[in-house]
């Protein structure tokens, strides 16, 4: 039970931080938030993603990228344009290493990013990410109850890009569209998404990105929404229209 426990804990702390600061924040910029809260954030979504820590420029600049050429050629993880999820992610880390390492200019997409040189350095250390896949492996000797929990155990080693790639394939390929207009391929795969927070609304994402909320009918469930407006309330970040 322990496994189990540990296992939900660090989904929904490192999905928490995907959607609502990679996602909601660096790249979309639906609220704001003081220097010291956005420290706390940007540190805590190291220590969450760990040794699948995504650095928040990359994926800053990877989303915006997403956005521009949704379902084209040029959009980094379409999976319209890739045979399978594997061939999409490959894609993927070709264009994250691209912008990493700074080998195209990048200029009109890189703006007001959350930046820690130091932090960055050390969550892209591969002894870093080494350290975080030790540790995992030492808490699953130590709690494991059956043989099959060790299944579990590499979901922890790619726990950040493991939801980037379920919501990139499953929200551009399964579920209901409520804006027709929009001309990607993008779905609403869930009507109550708590399993990826709110990013599996892609249809009404992509067809009003700079909405912070992705639900848009009655039965549509955002957990990432409630959370946000809840950090609004108190006082932790200020959402732009509020
Ligand atoms: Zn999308
Ligand atoms: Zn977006």
Redesign the pocket.
């Known amino acids: 039970m322990v496994i189990i426990f540990i296992f939900i804990a660090h989904w929904y702390s490192s999905l928490f931080f995907q959607t609502v600061f990679l ?1 909601r924040y660096a ?2 910029q639906m609220f704001t938030m003081s220097n010291f809260w956005e420290k706390i954030f940007f540190f805590l979504t190291f220590l969450t993603q760990g040794s699948s820590f995504l650095n928040p420029r990359a994926y800053a600049i990877l ?1 915006r990228l ?2 521009k050429h949704s379902d084209t050629e040029k959009d980094p993880h379409s999976p319209i344009f890739s045979k399978n999820i594997i061939k999409m992610n490959l894609n993927t880390i070709k264009h994250y290493e691209s912008v990493r390492l700074n080998k195209k200019d990048y200029s009109n997409y890189d703006f007001d990013v959350p930046r820690w040189p130091l932090l960055e350095k050390l969550g892209d250390n591969w002894i870093v990410r080494l350290s975080f896949i030790g540790f995992y492996t030492l808490l699953y000797i130590e709690f494991t109850t059956a043989s099959w929990q060790y299944a579990l155990l590499p979901v922890h080693f790619i726990m950040g890009p493991l939801h980037g790639s379920i919501v990139n394939w499953c929200g551009h390929r399964y579920g209901y569209t409520n804006d027709k207009k929009t001309i990607d391929n993008s779905k609403n795969t869930l009507p109550i998404d708590f399993l990826m927070m709110g990013e599996l609304f892609q249809n009404n ?2 067809s009003k ?1 700079t909405n912070l909320k992705f639900s848009r009918r009655w039965f549509e469930v955002d957990p990432g929404y409630i959370i946000t407006k809840f950090l609004s309330k108190i006082k932790i970040i200020r959402l732009k229209n509020a």
């Open positions: 996602h790249s979309h989303h997403h956005h994402h992509h990105p």
